[in-house]
C-alpha cells in the first residue's frame, strides 16, 4: 500500500515486454468455434424468433449458448437450430418475466394475469394463446399424475 494514498500499487509489465497471445490454446479455438456458431444463430433464427425485443433474444440465447458449445467441441459442429418448442419456451419466459417486472407476482385472478401477459405479447409482436400458457400447467400435472 502506499504510504500517503492508501491505494496498492499494481506492479507493471518492463517496458518493451510484449503480451502473452493465448492463441495456441486449445479453450482459445473452442471460444472462438462457440461465438462463430452463436454468431450465426443470432442472425438467422436468433433475430427471426426475437422479433428485435433484447428480453427474448436473452432468453432465447439462454437456451442457444450450451448447444452452441456442444457444437463448438465436435469436429464438424453443425449450426444451432432451436426446436419451434424451445422458441416458445424462451418466449414465454420473456414475457413472463417482463409481466412481473411491470406488475409483481401474480396474485390476482387468471383473466387480469392473462390480460397482463397478452399486452407484453402483443407490445412485442409475440403470437401467443392463453392455451399455449394453460397447456404448460395441464402437462406439468398429467406427468405428475403419471408419475
Known amino acids: 500500500m502506499g504510504a ?9 509489465a518492463p517496458a518493451g515486454a510484449r503480451a502473452v497471445a493465448w492463441t495456441g490454446c486449445p479453450m482459445s479455438a473452442y471460444r472462438t468455434a462457440t461465438q462463430k456458431l452463436m454468431d450465426a444463430w443470432r ?3 436468433g433475430k427471426r424468433a426475437s422479433n428485435g425485443v433484447r ?15 456442444m457444437e463448438a467441441r465436435k469436429e464438424f459442429p ?7 418448442k424451445q422458441v416458445r419456451i424462451a418466449q414465454h419466459r420473456a414475457i413472463s418475466a417482463q409481466r412481473r ?9 387468471l383473466e387480469a394475469w392473462w390480460e397482463q401477459i397478452e399486452a407484453i405479447a402483443k407490445r412485442w409482436g409475440i403470437a401467443t394463446t392463453q392455451e399455449d400458457w394453460t397447456a404448460k ?4 400435472a398429467k ?3 403419471a408419475a
Open 78 to 84: 453443425q449450426p444451432v437450430v432451436l426446436s419451434r
Open 137 to 140: 400447467k395441464s402437462d406439468k
Open 55 to 69: 428480453e427474448v433474444m436473452r432468453a432465447l440465447e439462454f437456451i442457444a449458448q450450451p448447444i452452441a458449445e
Open 143 to 145: 406427468e405428475a399424475k
Open 4 to 12: 500517503k494514498t492508501g491505494e496498492r500499487s499494481m506492479p507493471r
Open 101 to 109: 417486472i411491470e406488475h409483481g407476482p401474480p396474485d390476482m385472478p
Open 43 to 45: 442472425a438467422d433464427q
